[in-house]
């Protein structure tokens, strides 16, 4: 089991910046940021292979935000910069300590955080 609590959500105006972290339990193998907006399927934003740290993004984030790692935190975060309102959503961390995960199938991903908040206005 891998228990994952993300934070760093909250409320900016739109052109802002907010990180987001997450903090897992243990040892991970692929880590992922989806994002679920009122009303919407939850989306996959960005995911990294923690021991490489090679990074994926959706493509309406691409140039905006960095996944990163810090393997010896067990600790993934998420630099979101040039904020859009159509950012607001909750935001979750999720992970697998297996091969694979190299997709935005949530059914792929078998551990989730709680979700943290973030809102972006205009």
């Known amino acids: 089991q891998v228990q994952l609590v993300e934070s760093g959500g909250g409320s900016v105006q739109a052109g802002g910046s907010l990180r987001l972290s997450c903090a897992a339990s243990?040892?991970?193998?692929?880590m992922a940021w989806f994002r679920q907006a009122p009303g919407k399927e939850r989306e996959g934003v960005a995911r990294i292979l923690t021991v490489s740290g090679s990074p994926y993004y959706a493509d309406s984030v691409k140039g905006r935000f960095t996944i990163s790692r810090d393997n010896a935190k067990n600790t993934v975060y998420l630099q979101m910069d040039s904020l859009k309102p159509e950012d607001t959503a909750m935001y979750y961390c999720?992970?697998?300590?297996?091969?694979?995960?190299?997709?935005?199938?949530?059914?792929?991903?078998?551990?989730w955080g709680q979700g943290t908040r973030v809102t972006v206005s205009s």
């Open positions: 243990g040892y991970t193998y692929r």
């Open positions: 999720a992970a697998r300590r297996s091969s694979g995960g190299a997709s935005w199938n949530t059914n792929d991903w078998p551990y």
